[in-house]
């Protein structure tokens, strides 16, 4: 969002005392049959599963508690009960041709998932090695612009409401969910220090480890050595209900952002229609290479790094265009960015260049301070796709800026333009083709190694001309 735009909105807020939507349509895809799943990690253990809940919007959660994960066996446990989970769920999707979503409470949780997936895919157990593998689906769409297959609860919700709060302050999700919807008769900022006491990540509060969490599992871990079995179960029921306490809550939450997010008031995004295509066949084309037998490396080779570089420039690339394009907020917001020229038409001529040869030229006012503009630019109607102008010429005058162009496609949609009427103006609408042209191109181009990155230099061009006595005087001749 632009700097003003958020910085007005989060005034608002704090001024009423409660969150101020900043869009009217839905920004997220919300897949009915998408998956919540929350995980706690032990402290000091960024990398175990301490509880996990999974379940869906508006389904009580199944939850699964390893006494201690420190212990492989006990990991080990919880993690084959997901297995069959996810695998349902994946070989459920791939039938109806759709992708899956996982929904997590909040940034950290996202990251938490991407760790576990990278970690578990190197392990020795087939089993939890294939649970790694699934998840990695989602953890490589994460940071994937436009990507709707790991959705952080959090993130989805400061798409659509801004709060009167640091974006820090706005990953925990009660308190972003206390502003979304305050209690009546509290202030503001006391309901929502009050909701920051509950933790919604991935760790426990400090406090609860060390008074009840760790005393609890060493008395387990002694009862387990002495081989205690009644003082074991007992200690573990007291674990998964002590854990049941924090995880509840957090799973809760998530379903209530899904909730809101899933509200009629929310108009439909038709951009959001191109990203679950290409989110189906993202997935599809995973899980075909699982099949194939195609491994997931740990670290990329330099031609799959830069063909992921390529593809990730590309959709930034596109889903800004298709925003732009069928968001209103989004259109705005590049209007008042500079990204979207947004002009009245001042003149519009038809220039005859030769016999049977005409030019359309137009010339649009702004009074846009900032345009991210330049001489050679093609810019495109946001509203008719087949108009686009070549940018010739910039200039400012007082306070409007004067916009020059000669069309370069759409001059039967140009001549039917009036003057005084208002365009929008912006990038290409997006091809979602494109990266699948680039690698093509990439792979030709790979396949000969140039000589800067090979150990083997070229050999050296014969002189076709007599080599001048004084380098100097003729390199000085050439300038």
């Known amino acids: 969002m632009a700097d003003l735009l958020s910085v007005v909105a989060r005034m608002r807020a704090l001024e ?3 969150a101020v939507p900043i869009v009217s349509q839905r920004q997220v895809i919300i897949q009915p049959h998408a998956r919540i799943v929350t995980m706690l990690s032990m402290a000091g253990e960024d990398t175990s599963v301490h509880a996990v809940a999974i379940g869906r919007l508006g389904v009580a959660p199944q939850i699964k508690v390893a006494p201690d994960p420190r212990r492989r066996d006990d990991q080990y446990e919880l993690l084959l009960w997901l297995l069959p989970q996810f ?15 996982i929904w997590v409470s909040s940034y950290s949780a996202l990251g938490h998932l991407d760790t576990l997936a990278d970690r578990l895919r190197f392990t020795d157990d087939a089993r939890v090695k294939r649970l790694g593998e699934l998840w990695t689906y989602a953890g490589e769409r994460s940071p994937i612009a436009g990507q709707q297959a790991l959705i952080s609860a959090t993130i989805a919700l400061r798409a659509h409401y801004a709060t009167g709060q640091q974006d820090t302050e706005d990953e925990h999700l009660s308190a ?13 900022l006391a309901a929502v220090a009050m909701a920051e006491n509950q933790p919604m990540g991935t760790k426990t509060d400090p406090r609860f480890d060390t008074e009840e969490l760790q005393p609890a599992v060493a008395l387990f871990n002694k009862a387990r050595q002495e081989g205690d079995v009644r003082a074991q179960a007992f200690h573990a029921d007291r674990i998964q209900q002590m854990l049941e306490t924090v995880i509840r809550p957090i799973y809760t939450a998530t379903q209530r952002a899904i909730a809101i997010l899933g509200r009629p008031c929310w108009k439909e995004n038709i951009a959001l229609e191109a990203l679950g295509a290409q989110e189906a066949a993202d997935f599809a084309r995973f899980m075909h290479n699982r099949d194939a037998g195609y491994r997931l490396p740990y670290n990329d080779s330099a031609k799959a790094a830069a063909f992921k570089i390529v593809a990730r420039e590309r959709t930034v690339g596109n889903v800004e265009a298709a925003f732009i394009r069928h968001d209103h907020a989004m259109r705005e917001r590049g209007a008042e960015s500079g990204t979207v020229l947004r002009g009245t038409i001042v003149e519009r001529d038809k220039v005859r260049l030769a016999p049977y040869k005409f030019e359309t030229r137009m010339v649009l006012s702004t009074p846009q301070e900032s345009l991210h503009l330049r001489t050679g630019d093609e810019i495109w109607n946001l509203d008719d796709p087949k108009l686009c102008l070549r940018v010739t010429e910039i200039v400012r005058r007082g306070p409007l800026s004067w916009v020059s162009g000669i069309v370069e496609k759409g001059k039967k949609a140009a001549l039917v333009l009036n003057i005084g009427d208002v365009l929008d103006l912006g990038p290409k609408d997006p091809d979602w083709d494109a990266s699948i042209r680039e690698f093509a191109q990439m792979s030709t181009r790979l396949d000969a190694q140039p000589w800067t990155h090979s150990e083997t230099m070229p050999a050296a061009a014969p002189l076709t001309k007599p080599r001048p006595n004084d380098l100097l005087a003729a390199v000085e001749r050439m300038v």
Do not use: H, M, S, V
């Not at 972003?176 to 503001?188: C, F, K, S």
């Open 87 to 101: 695998e349902d769920y994946y070989t459920w999707c791939r039938k109806k041709e759709t992708f899956p979503q």
């Open 16 to 18: 009423k005392g409660e």
């Open 176 to 188: 972003l969910l206390t502003w979304i919807e305050p209690p009546a008769g509290r202030d503001i």
